[in-house]
């Protein structure tokens, strides 16, 4: 469902792209492994000369998934203290590197030291290893008590917890991914103590 390529012909009326643009695209229908195909044009992304086909084709709909996230679901401003959980993955490292980039003190969770490092060089602050340290207690701690602004969840079930007790006071927690499982019922009452919100996006 995403892709790059290049634009060879354009139909009417399209201004915006012309034969020759290198473009990316993110689509609910199949069919970016066919050499050639029609695309509606507002689907096109014009691409920059820095950034080559294999890695734009791997980190479109991640990059686009992250601003998602940061500019809309939650606006993270400088400032701010966040929660990326699986820090070190492809959607975490560019969230923690384009937050970092906004001026946001990043807290990254991680599975283990070499992931931690990779988390750090994308742009965490700090981080915690999830295996050995309790999430809420080490945030609190960061934050001397505050809690954070918004924490984003893509693993569900495991840490859903976590990210709810590591939320400061009007807190919202992002969650967009179940990698360890869907997250369970639970009761709303439990946000009503420091007025927290919980959303479930998707792009």
């Not at 980039?101 to 060089?121: D, F, M, N, W």
Request: glycine share 12%; with cysteine; charged share 15%.
């Amino acid at each position: 469902i995403e892709a790059v390529g290049v634009v060879t012909d354009v139909g009417p009326g399209v201004i915006d792209l012309k034969p020759g643009d290198r473009v990316g695209y993110v689509t609910g229908a199949y069919g970016a492994y066919a050499a050639e195909r029609s695309l509606r044009a507002d689907l096109a992304i014009r691409l920059p000369s820095i950034l080559a086909d294999a890695p734009a084709a791997a980190s479109l709909m991640k990059a686009l998934t992250v601003c998602m996230l940061i500019r809309r679901v939650h606006r993270v401003v400088a400032g701010q203290a966040i929660l990326v959980q699986a820090a070190a993955g492809g959607v975490g490292q560019l969230l923690c590197s384009w937050a970092n980039h906004l001026g946001a003190t990043v807290i990254g969770t991680v599975g283990s030291a070499a992931k931690a490092e990779v988390a750090r060089t994308a742009g965490a602050t700090h981080t915690i290893l999830y295996r050995e340290e309790d999430v809420a207690a080490r945030v609190a701690e960061i934050t001397e008590g505050e809690g954070v602004a918004a924490a984003y969840d893509s693993v569900g079930a495991d840490t859903f917890q976590g990210s709810i007790d590591s939320l400061g006071f009007e807190g919202h927690l992002v969650n967009f991914g179940q990698s360890s499982g869907p997250v369970p019922a639970f009761s709303l009452s439990v946000l009503a103590a420091r007025s927290l919100s919980v959303s479930r996006p998707i792009i």
